[in-house]
């Protein structure tokens, strides 16, 4: 109904039910957040109302179900009006609201010569010089911005494995190292059916409450690891379950169990345990915003995660928090920039062939 208030630009209206759920405390707790962001959206942007909207923001900030996202993009939009120019009369509340410290690892810039495709909306893409095995095998390839920054990791920074697969590689390696406990039958009505591939409180607040002590006993085995342990315990759930109907498992994700648990051993037991936390005890609010790349070398055991990103686009509130986290837990975090250079001087694709002789 918010959504449908909000389209019909009804915003007062809009705002009137989301003060009505918010007064609740029975149903929905997990869409809290959610619905102290659109309020404060509406009041703030929609109505004009900045001083109110300032005054929702910190009652929200009170709300013990606000949860650490939702957090993040409130404190963000509070400081933002005590700091803006045209709100003087808002600086003074400045102190209630400072501005929010985050570890967003290294920020690096690489170059990418863009191909133009002359369409708006659709996702830059870029040039690669490619040499094959001889000095005449050589091409041009087309590289999304993720793909240019995989070959810049690989290349320049010389890591031997990596991933365009966002939390699809987190999920995987979480199911793998916790598969007994998701599918644990010491938690009743939770299954169903045969053809489940989640127990049905997986992503709500009961699948950590439910297993606390399991959860708990595991990410203290996975701390105290060595990569022997994490290595076994990987090969051991993959031998037992490979193919079955995970839920939250990409068994395609990896080329072999041995892709898995090179990718285990070169993260190691305390960041696994760190981002799996997380993951078991807030596993609906934070699938969104992780890294784009996952970087790992399984002769130097080093691994890094990277959030890439193109031409104009920024870091969501997710994202920042994610990275936060990671670099916590004492990962190598990048948020890799690609900088769109001679697009404008490539107008055909027949001009690809002549523009790379002349350089």
Request: charged residues 25%; glycine residues 6%; hydrophobic residues 35%.
């Amino acid at each position: 109904c918010v959504d449908l208030l909000e389209k019909k630009r009804r915003y007062q209206d809009a705002v009137d039910l989301l003060r009505l759920l918010l007064e609740q405390q029975e149903a929905c707790q997990n869409l809290r957040g959610r619905w102290w962001e659109r309020l404060v959206l509406n009041v703030d942007h929609h109505l004009k109302k900045r001083d109110e909207a300032l005054e929702i923001i910190s009652k929200a900030l009170k709300d013990e179900d606000l949860r650490r996202g939702h957090r993040l993009s409130l404190q963000i939009r509070a400081n933002r009006l005590c700091t803006s120019p045209s709100l003087t009369h808002l600086h003074s509340e400045a102190h209630r609201f400072p501005p929010v410290e985050l570890k967003n690892g290294n920020e690096i810039v690489i170059p990418g010569r863009i191909y133009p495709s002359g369409a708006s909306g659709e996702r830059s893409v870029f040039l690669c010089n490619y040499s094959g095995s001889s000095d005449t095998d050589s091409s041009v390839l087309l590289l999304s911005v993720e793909e240019l920054a995989m070959e810049h990791y690989r290349c320049v920074e010389g890591f031997e494995c990596g991933l365009h697969a966002e939390g699809s590689s987190f999920s995987s390696l979480f199911s793998l190292l916790f598969w007994d406990i998701i599918f644990s039958d010491e938690v009743a009505e939770v299954f169903r059916n045969s053809y489940q591939g989640l127990p049905l409180d997986y992503h709500s607040d009961g699948f950590y409450s439910s297993r606390k002590a399991l959860i708990d006993k595991r990410l203290e085995e996975i701390r105290a690891s060595t990569p022997a342990d994490l290595a076994s315990r990987i090969e051991q759930t993959w031998n037992e379950h490979e193919g079955e109907n995970g839920g939250a498992m990409n068994w395609s994700l990896f080329s072999s169990v041995q892709q898995a648990k090179e990718l285990a051993v070169c993260q190691g037991g305390d960041l696994l345990a760190g981002w799996c936390e997380v993951y078991a005890k807030e596993y609906r609010q934070s699938v969104g915003g992780l890294p784009d790349l996952t970087l790992w070398s399984p002769s130097s055991r080093k691994c890094k995660f990277s959030e890439v990103k193109g031409p104009n686009d920024r870091l969501s509130h997710k994202q920042m928090l994610w990275l936060h986290k990671l670099t916590e837990f004492g990962a190598e975090v990048d948020v890799c920039k690609v900088k769109a250079v001679g697009g404008k001087y490539l107008t055909k694709p027949s001009e690809i062939d002549s523009a790379d002789t002349d350089s």
